[in-house]
Each structure stands twice: as C-alpha cells, then as structure tokens.
C-alpha cells in the first residue's frame, strides 16, 4: 500500500514538473518617464545588444530611443538610435551600439520609445556596462507607438521617481 501511494506520488511530481512553464516578466507601458539629460555627460562607455525578433517587420523607418539605469538614479538616455540606411533594427539581426552615459551600478531598468508607422518588435535587448554584470531584457512583443515601454526591477527606490505607472 504503502508502495503504490508512494509511486502516485512520484507520478503526479513527474506530471506537475513536465506542466510547468518558466515566467518571464512582460514589459510595461509606462504613462509618464522623467528623462534627464543632464547626466548624459557621463564618463562612461556601455555596450547595448539589441537584437530584432524574426516575427518583426522586415525593416523599420520608427524613430526609436532607450533610457536604462540603476537603483539609485542613474540614467542613461539615448535618442534615436535608428538609422535606416545603416539597416538598423531589420528583421532576425542584432545591431550594437556603444553609448557613453553617467558610471552607474547594477542596471535595473530599461525602456524603448518607438515612434512612427512601420512597428517593430525587438526579441532582446542586453546592456554591458563597466563595474556591472551584463543583463538582458526579453520583449519578442511589438513597441506600442508613442510611449516608453519597458522593465522596471528597482522597485523601492530612487528609480521608481524616474517612472511613474
């Protein structure tokens, strides 16, 4: 008796495992985000990944921007970093950009602003900085047009002022 409890036992943890998915954050509309460009002086150089998903359109002529930071309020901003003739932001590529930005901690935040009429879906975006551990953000959904949209993982702290929901 004790044997059969035992293997339904084993049986419903094989069957429970096998059903369970990994639960990735979504990224998040954000109704207003504070951009301080004051900081963007900066004496730091970060490596920003951002690869395109293969779902996206083939091209994109959208204006598209990227704010991240840290914990304590720590903002990087770079506007447009489109560029159409260069092929920036196909369909299935990555495109790397080298952005110079105040030194910051552990990146805890970032988010796209895309705006015109094609629409584009980035599968991942990856921010290499110095003193801090590379960390990506998974999309692989489209940019709503016209506001930022992205992650925040600081919560409780300075970098919430920065985004307001």
């Excluded at 069957?15 to 900081?39: A, V």
């Excluded at 975006?125 to 692989?140: I, S």
Aim: with cysteine; net charge positive.
């Amino acid at each position: 008796m004790m044997r059969a409890l035992f293997s339904l036992l084993i049986l419903a943890f094989i069957f429970s495992s096998s059903q369970s998915r990994s639960i990735l954050p979504r990224p998040q509309p954000l109704s207003s985000f504070k951009i301080n460009t004051t900081q963007n002086a900066g004496t730091c150089s970060f490596t920003v990944s951002i690869s395109t998903s293969c779902s996206s359109t083939r091209y994109t002529r959208d204006r598209i921007s990227l704010s991240f930071g840290d914990a304590y309020g720590n903002q990087v901003y770079a506007p447009r970093l489109d560029n159409p003739r260069s092929r920036t932001f196909e369909r299935c590529s990555t495109d790397t950009f080298q952005i110079n930005g105040p030194c910051t901690y552990q990146i805890c935040y970032l988010y796209l602003y895309r705006s015109g009429y094609d629409g584009w879906m980035p599968y991942d975006v990856t921010v290499y900085g110095y003193n801090t551990q590379p960390v990506a953000f998974y999309y692989n959904v489209m940019i709503p047009g016209d506001m930022w949209y992205g992650f925040n993982h600081c919560y409780g702290t300075k970098a919430d002022s920065l985004a307001t929901e």
